[in-house]
């Protein structure tokens, strides 16, 4: 049974930083994503970015190019998401999620149903 849990979140003020963290546990193959998505209140839940896991390949929404920063620990089994140049519209629950095994091959999953596995949630707040 895999297990994500995430941590990390906080409140920041605008243009400072933030590292999430999401242990996972119980993942028995190497080929499949990792992912953090964010759900602001009254909003869809939103891609944020992705990483192959046997690859290293990362994804990023348009929202958060070049701000924040998705990555892997394997020997940890942790997933990060660095979060630098925080804005008030980055405030949202952040959740970490993770596929079953994926071909490499197959499109990058950014949408929420491409993902089986959830962790619980941790709050970022973005104070301006």
């Known amino acids: 049974q895999v297990q994500l849990v995430e941590s990390g979140g906080g409140s920041v003020q605008a243009g400072g930083s933030l590292r999430l963290s999401c242990a996972a546990s119980?993942?028995?193959?190497?080929?499949?994503?990792m992912g953090w998505f964010r759900q602001a209140p009254g909003a869809e839940r939103e891609w944020v970015a992705a990483?192959?896991?046997?690859?290293?390949?990362?994804y990023y929404a348009d929202s958060v190019k070049g701000r924040f920063t998705i990555s892997q620990d394997n020997a940890e089994n942790t997933l990060y998401l660095q979060m630098d140049s925080l804005k008030p519209e980055d405030t949202a629950m952040y959740y970490c999620a993770g596929t079953i095994r994926y071909n490499a091959y197959w499109r990058v999953p950014r949408e929420r149903t491409n993902y089986k596995y959830w962790g619980q949630g941790t709050q970022v707040t973005v104070s301006s």
């Open positions: 119980g993942y028995t193959y190497s080929y499949f994503y």
């Open positions: 990483i192959y896991t046997g690859a290293g390949n990362t």
